[in-house]
């Protein structure tokens, strides 16, 4: 359950990091000038929305690794599949095996009279 709800939202917080980076004023003026996000810059202005974005820019980042290392902590537990097959493994390697190099009778000793 909680795997799944960190996955969940480090998924929506990658989202969110996209959507801030592109709204974020670049040289070129970036997506805030282009569709309408002067308006939130009329708002609380030019300076404060940048510093707000930055922030919020830093948040999502930091968000994105806690989730990934909570992901990593929360994993299901799958070690019993796996020493099932260790141990099929280990019998395996136990069995007798063909020995292929034992020694045949060579095309000489088939000639003898």
Known sequence: MWY?????????SSVLLVLVV????????????????SGASNLIGVKKTG????RLTWGFAIAIMVFSLATNFTTPNTAVA???????AKEQQAAPSLDLNKTTPTS??????
């Open 4 to 12: 799944t709800l960190f996955i969940v939202l480090a998924i929506v």
């Open 22 to 37: 592109l709204a974020q004023n670049s040289k070129g003026g970036g997506l805030s000038s282009q569709f309408g996000g």
């Open 51 to 54: 510093d707000v974005l930055e």
């Open 82 to 88: 796996n020493d099932e097959i260790l141990e099929r």
């Open 108 to 113: 000489g000793d088939s000639t003898k009279k």
